[in-house]
């Protein structure tokens, strides 16, 4: 995938959603398939409501307080706790509904993930997901089909849930789609950290393909847009996350309880999960401001925290 083009998909695919919502619901109107459940109350999110194990202990940041991102993106310097984007968002861009969103306390500048809602699971099935790893004597190669392997999916489209479409007009279909990253096997840190262009910033071993922390507005992307109780949701037929779902941090933890890992950053360095060595979960304060840190046996690495920027902050290497 060229870099040049990253920055425009996911605009590009909120627009074409856009237009798919337009005609969607001119068509529930025209044949009276409005959901009769159309008028729930808010108190009826709730179902909708999970509750991480990373949030059910006092380790790591407060999940009913978590700092919204959305004046986090900087375009000057990479710094801790924020997103050095090479460019901003497009404020004009689809996404939720502001005034629709009852999780974020807009005064203090937090969000509850407590009492955000996810789209359930239920029927949807695109199909297997694909996902391998093959090295070379100077390349690393990441595929799948951007379907999660492990076959945990929410019950998209969106659509077919009129109180949480009500929030996020997001009627995106996950499908399959083939996603390649060649990078390098033995990446080193370049001597100045570089921006990231808003979009796909890697993969996972799942087989999903990883965005940065914000929409295509700019905007803290786990905060603001509703995504599936698996961690993942489409831009128009496209699947991915911005944060590290948790279920992606207990299939490997190393020996000392550091997380395994969960996937490759574009500039080759690998991500891992929640916990750094002894097992306690990390905050951004453990981190550089690119979201990573170096110690042994791994080297320079990423980790996932459940505070912005949730995966990178910048590239400590050089991305391809
Ligand atoms: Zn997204
Ligand atoms: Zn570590």
Redesign the pocket.
């Known amino acids: 995938m060229k870099s040049n083009k990253v920055p425009i998909r996911p605009i590009r695919s909120y627009l074409a959603s856009l237009l798919l919502l337009i005609s969607a619901t001119a068509c529930d109107e025209s044949t009276g398939l409005v959901a009769s459940n159309s008028t729930q109350t808010w108190e009826d999110l709730s179902q909708y409501f999970i509750t991480p194990n990373i949030c059910k202990d006092a380790e790591g940041p407060d999940c009913t307080k978590l700092r919204l991102g959305d004046s986090e993106l900087t375009t000057l310097a990479p710094e801790r706790g924020k997103l050095f984007a090479c460019s901003g968002g497009n404020p004009n861009a689809p996404g939720s509904d502001q005034n629709k969103i009852t999780w974020i306390d807009w005064t203090n500048g937090t969000w509850n993930l407590l009492a955000k809602p996810f789209l359930p699971a239920g029927s949807f099935s695109p199909g297997n997901g694909t996902s391998s790893v093959t090295e070379s004597s100077s390349n690393r190669t990441i595929s799948g089909n951007n379907l999660p392997v492990d076959g945990k999916i929410g019950d998209w489209p969106m659509t077919d849930y009129p109180s949480l479409t009500a929030i996020d007009r997001n009627p995106g279909i996950p499908t399959a789609n083939n996603f390649s990253f060649t990078l390098q096997l033995d990446p080193s840190e370049a001597a100045n950290a570089s921006c990231v262009n808003l979009g796909p910033i890697g993969m996972t071993l799942n087989g999903v393909v990883l965005y940065d922390a914000v929409d295509a507005r700019g905007n803290d992307a786990v905060a603001h847009e509703i995504v599936d109780l698996y961690g993942g949701h489409p831009a128009q037929s496209d699947y991915h996350y911005h944060f590290v779902p948790e279920r992606l941090d207990e299939i490997a933890p190393l020996v000392d309880g550091?997380s395994g890992l969960i996937g490759y950053i574009r500039d080759g360095f690998g991500l891992?999960g929640y916990n750094?060595?002894g097992g306690q979960e990390l905050t951004n304060d453990d981190l550089d401001e690119c979201h990573g840190?170096s110690?042994d046996p791994?080297g320079y690495?990423y980790?996932a925290t459940i505070e912005y920027p949730y995966t990178i902050g910048c590239y400590r290497g050089t991305p391809i």
């Open positions: 550091h891992y750094g060595s840190h110690h791994i690495h980790h």
